[in-house]
């Protein structure tokens, strides 16, 4: 009885509720955009990696945002809209540097420049960085649920 109790008490607070389903984003070879090393570190690089379905290739469009792995911000390092740049895993707030639009299959940040997969290398662990939108396989994306 106590048990059910329990139970009972837990759902009802919503504890037991599982999030909302985030999005994959597709890119390269079919491979997703992952925060390496699933490490919610301000820094931690974003990487190319085959789609296993862990929490730390899921990501929410919010509000300009593109939401991460430990409720983080994909972020364009040091507000920096030189070709290159490398892109991270950051705390959200509110600077250019954490926000996106999605235009057609591109994903466009500081600069007017896209979400790129770097020398258009498809391995695992390839890093991803801001280049300029060229609409070549390295810089077209896709989501899905």
């Known amino acids: 009885m ?3 109790y329990f139970l009972a008490l837990f759902l009802m607070l919503g504890l037991g509720a599982q999030p909302a389903a985030a999005d994959q984003i597709v890119g390269l070879a079919g491979k997703c955009l992952n925060v390496s090393g699933a490490s919610s570190a301000d820094g931690t690089p974003i990487i190319l990696y085959r789609c296993e379905g862990y929490d730390n290739e899921e990501w929410e469009f919010r509000n300009g945002r593109i939401i991460g792995f430990g409720g983080k ?4 390092q040091g507000n920096n809209s030189a070709n290159g740049t490398p ?8 600077g250019p540097n954490e926000m996106w ?6 994903i466009v ?9 770097e020398n258009e290398n498809s391995a695992d662990g390839a890093r991803i960085i801001l280049w300029p939108c ?10 899905r649920r």
């Open 73 to 76: 911000c994909l972020n364009v």
């Open 101 to 106: 639009r999605r235009d057609g299959r591109q």
């Open 87 to 94: 892109i991270i895993l950051y705390r959200c707030h509110g």
């Open 134 to 143: 060229e609409n070549r396989p390295n810089d077209r994306w896709s989501v």
């Open 2 to 4: 106590r048990l059910a």
């Open 109 to 117: 940040g500081l600069g007017g420049k896209c979400l790129n997969v």
